[in-house]
């Protein structure tokens, strides 16, 4: 859905928390996803903050923080998300596996079809309903992977994926979305 207010609120705060945190910033890592089926499928640019791992969580890895988001280019949903993220590396390769909780500026509900309206009135509705995702909530859960191959100290190249949904709790809905991407990682 175009925009609203207090997403791109949410992203700048995702960025400022970036650009503030940079010094802490372990990885930037910046691409772009596909979202392959629908509703709510399209391209879409991506940017993730990865901080250094939490020691204090040692005894269940050391998952690394995240901060990130998606901006669709196809004028559906876009998100904000944070989370954990647990990483296996072996030489130059690694899989990040993660999750954590995204708001989003999507549809929490869609009008469905009734017979109590127009034929013309029930075609838009589905319509409406083959673009655009039903979220239900405003807060949803995001499921993330990374499988990465490090050209050098600093730089890699990622495949990536991101799920949103809301877990279908609680709510008469069970929408989601998937992207997969190409991304571009920084290690500063």
């Known amino acids: 859905m175009a925009g609203g207010r207090w997403l ?68 559906v949903t876009n998100f904000a998300q944070a989370g954990l993220i647990w990483r296996w590396e072996r030489e130059r390769a690694y899989l990040d596996l993660g999750g954590g909780l995204a708001v989003h500026d999507g549809a929490l509900t869609l009008p469905r079809p009734s017979p109590a309206v127009t034929e013309a009135e029930n075609i838009r509705r589905r319509q409406e309903r083959d673009k655009h995702a039903e979220w239900g909530y405003r807060t949803i859960f995001h499921a ?14 990622e495949f ?10 609680g709510s008469n809905t069970h929408d989601g979305a998937n992207s997969l991407g190409l991304r571009a990682a920084y290690r500063f």
């Open 8 to 75: 791109a609120a949410a992203l700048a705060a995702v960025a400022g928390l970036g650009a503030a945190g940079v010094a802490q910033a372990q990885e930037l890592r910046v691409g772009a996803g596909y979202a392959p089926n629908g509703p709510e499928h399209g391209a879409s640019l991506i940017a993730e903050y990865l901080f250094k791992p939490l020691k204090v969580l040692s005894f269940v890895g050391s998952p690394r923080p995240y901060v990130s988001g998606q901006l669709s280019l196809e004028d």
């Open 160 to 169: 990536e994926g991101q799920h949103w949904s809301n877990g279908h709790v």
């Open 144 to 157: 993330t992977f990374a499988v990465g191959w490090r050209l050098n100290p600093r730089w890699a190249v």
